[in-house]
Structures are given as C-alpha cells and as structure tokens.
C-alpha cells in the first residue's frame, strides 16, 4: 500500500501525519518505507534528529524530492508492505508524481475557511489523475482541530461541497504533544503511549486500513 499525505497549502501538519502514521504501522509489525519528497525536508529534519538522540530507527526515510517517485516507487517499495510518502506543499509536477505512485492519497485540511479554500486545486488535480488511474483513492483527513470548539464541525460541512471527495472518519487535534516529541525524533506513541493523540493517530491508521479496503 502507498499512501501520499498531499496538500498545496503548507503548515496542515502534512509532515507529522506522514511520520506519525509511518511509525504506528512499523509498530504494528509492517515493514514501512517513508519517501521524503517535499523539498523542505521535513521527515529527513525528524529522522537526523532520531538518529542524533541515539534512537532505533522505526522505519526507512528516503529523500526524493523530484518528479519521477511514480517511475520509482516500485523499485524503491518492492521490500516494504507500507510506503507513505510526504508530498511537496504546492501542486506541481512533483506532487503529480506522488499522486500518480500512490494507491491512496489523503489531503489533511485544518479547520479553517482558508484551508477549505486552498483545497480546490489539489482535488481538481486528484480527480483528473483519478480518469487515468482508476483505483485510485483519495479523500480528506482533518488534523490540527482545535479541541473544545465547533470547527471541526463546521469544517465537515464545508469540505462536503466537495462532491464525491470522503472525509476520513477519525481527526487528530491540534495537541503540544506532537511538537514535543518531534524535537527529539520521536513520535507521540513513544512520548506519551497512552495519551490522546497516540489514539488519535491509532484511529487514523484504523481508518486508513478501512478506507484501503
């Protein structure tokens, strides 16, 4: 399975989902292969830091930020069951190499009007790979809901004028925890094993695995 965390608009969390759903599928027992392909490098930061803090790596980072991931990602995936890839923040030939590699690919949204806005051309883009590579699955994943407000809500309704785009059931809330961890390459799971944002993450990939189906 390979999944691409995708959006045009930078600061969604793209990154920490991509990391963070990586790591609870090595954890249960998958061989994942993470593929970097946003030149801002933000999973290669995360890993050199691991590494830095002396840890076990969970899974293999690559760095590809270049638009032949869809002529590679056979040769590079054949070891792994899991491949995630954390795609570049602005829609380019690059982000339709990821999509065209991908069998599923998730567009986190906060719940802001911006946000909401900012998503048509990725969904425009995602419906005309979708002509060409009819398996492929795509919908939207809520991240950074601000907890104890309506937004999340609110954002529900907007993302729905998207005809025939899903939402992903489960959300994951804006928390300090996942900055905390990542400071020093780890993931919530490690930091805070029984917290909420280590279920939230384990509904997302639940939910993931649903949504493959």
Known sequence: ?????????????????????????????RKVLLID?????????????REES?????????????PT???????????????VIDGPPRVTDLARSAIMASDMVL???????YDVWACHEVVTLLK??????????YGFTINRKIVGTTLGRDVLGALAEYEGVPILPASVSQRIE????AAGGRIVMETEPG???????????????????
Not at 6 to 29: D, P, Y
Not at 178 to 181: L, M, Q
């Open 1 to 29: 399975m390979i999944i691409s965390f995708l959006n045009q608009k930078g600061g969604v969390g793209k990154t920490t989902l991509a990391v963070h759903t990586a790591a609870a599928f090595a954890m249960r027992g």
């Open 128 to 137: 005309d790979a979708a002509i060409y590579k009819a398996a492929l699955k």
């Open 107 to 113: 567009v986190p949204v906060q719940p802001s009007p």
């Open 178 to 181: 996942f900055a905390k961890s």
């Open 69 to 83: 991931i869809h002529k590679e990602v056979e040769r590079l995936g054949e070891p792994y069951e899991v491949v």
């Open 54 to 66: 002396g840890l076990e790596p969970l899974f293999v980072t690559v760095g590809m930020p270049k």
């Open 195 to 213: 917290g909420q944002a280590s279920r939230e993450i384990a509904e997302l990939v639940d939910g993931i695995g649903e949504f493959a189906k």
């Open 37 to 49: 392909a946003d030149p801002q490098h933000s999973a290669l930061d995360w890993t050199a830091a």
